[in-house]
């Protein structure tokens, strides 16, 4: 999987990176075909320190996206993965359910 970090208007650290890195390439627990993993990471308004993390996986037939906001990184990066990790299980669930129809209607 390629890991693609942007930092809008700022320097993310190199802990801050690692830690997202190592923390996608859990993903592939859940699916073998993730392509591609986009972080964005930037600030809503550098005085009130609202950070928002986003994150776009593109899997071979999908793409799924993800937004979160918190008052430090770690934290709304945590919860967009939250959120992937979700998505992730109920595409899982709908194309195992498809391929159990499809060897139900062929028996």
């Given at each position: 999987m390629k ?6 208007h700022f ?32 600030y809503e ?63």
């Amino acid at each position: 999987m390629k890991i693609t970090i942007t930092s809008r208007h700022f320097k993310a650290h190199e802990t801050l990176t690692a830690e997202i890195e190592s923390k996608l390439n859990e993903l592939s627990k859940y699916n073998e075909e993730i392509l591609h993993a986009d972080v964005i990471l930037s600030y809503e308004k550098p005085t009130h320190s609202i950070k928002i993390s986003e994150i776009l996986l593109k899997l071979k037939d999908k793409l799924i996206t993800a937004k979160e906001e918190d008052d430090d990184f770690s934290k709304s990066f945590d919860k967009t993965l939250a959120k992937i990790e979700t998505q992730l299980l109920k595409h899982k669930d709908k194309i195992n359910s498809r391929k159990h129809e499809a060897q139900k209607s062929s028996d």
